[in-house]
């Protein structure tokens, strides 16, 4: 395969960016979304800005991982995230995706993990809970959105 490791995961958070954007605009339309659906996208967004600031050495002890967002909240930190992964991803050489980062988790248990494990886990956490907000939906008779990394592709061709 021919493309480079932060090519692929810049497009990887180009998709979790439109896939949130997908989820907030669902819960938009819906003015007051089960407060269950919603406390999963925060914590869903919370743990980007966790991530983000342990990546960039700030302490993420200050944010908490399951907030109480409001959906006015949800999307100031959506955009948040959104802006924060853009620059760290037009600062990131191709090397500093092995660097590694230590941070105490929300316990204060020191850890050391790659950039690019770090990336990874964000990816895949969000999937995960958007997952299942998608079930939490379907279980009380809604339609829930795609937010498949497959349909973000085929809407970019």
């Known amino acids: 395969m021919n ?3 932060n ?5 990887i958070f180009e998709h979790a960016a439109w896939a ?21 996208f925060g914590h869903v967004l919370a743990a980007e800005q966790v991530w983000l600031a342990r990546i960039n050495g700030e302490d993420a002890l200050v944010f908490s991982i399951w907030p109480e967002y409001s959906l006015e909240e949800c999307e100031q930190v ?25 941070y ?4 204060g248990i020191v850890f050391h993990t790659s950039i690019n494990d ?10 995960y809970h958007r997952g ?3 079930m939490l939906q379907r279980q009380a008779g809604e339609e829930p959105v795609s937010t498949d990394y497959i349909v973000y592709v085929r809407q970019l061709e």
């Open 3 to 5: 493309v480079q490791p």
């Open 7 to 11: 090519m692929a995961m810049i497009k």
């Open 20 to 40: 949130n954007q997908q989820i907030f605009d669902v819960f938009q339309k819906s003015k007051g979304s089960e407060e269950k659906l919603l406390r999963l």
């Open 78 to 102: 959506m955009n948040q995230n959104i802006r924060g992964y853009q620059t760290l991803f037009e600062t990131l050489k191709e090397a500093d995706f092995s660097k590694i980062v230590t």
């Open 104 to 107: 105490p988790n929300s316990k």
């Open 118 to 127: 770090i990336l990874n886990q964000v990816s895949l956490h969000g999937s």
């Open 132 to 134: 299942q907000i998608a």
